[in-house]
């Protein structure tokens, strides 16, 4: 079992950052791969960035040149940096940890910009 912990979210003006952080905790050593999920007002949940073991990086378009996805191995800590943050970021963040027989998810974080 793996459990992921998120923190971070908070309202922010257009423009502005923020720093959301993952802990893991559990069987870490099942972790193949971790990433941020979002899911906005009345919307599906979409997937915004992932980091593998390796340290390789993806991103959404939506995100891609604003969102930076950094893990700590040390620490069990994943890091999504979002800069430049828009409205339509506006949403609840889920950390997800992909296992090597199932995917793991944190309760999620709030994000509000305001325009």
């Known amino acids: 079992q793996v459990q992921l912990e998120e923190s971070g979210g908070a309202l922010v003006q257009a423009g502005g950052s923020l720093r959301l952080s993952c802990s893991a905790s559990?069987?870490?050593?099942?972790?193949?791969?971790m990433g941020w999920y979002r899911q906005a007002p009345e919307k599906q949940r979409e997937w915004v960035a992932r980091?593998?073991?390796?340290?390789?990086?993806h991103y959404a378009d939506s995100v891609k040149a604003r969102f930076t996805i950094s893990r700590d191995n040390v620490n069990n800590t994943v890091v999504l940096q979002m800069n430049n943050l828009r409205p339509e970021d506006t949403a609840v963040y889920y950390c997800?940890?992909?296992?090597?027989?199932?995917?793991?998810w944190g309760k999620g974080t709030l994000v509000t910009v305001s325009s």
């Open positions: 559990g069987n870490i050593g099942s972790i193949n791969a």
């Open positions: 980091i593998n073991n390796a340290g390789t990086t």
């Open positions: 997800n940890a992909e296992g090597t027989t199932r995917g793991y």
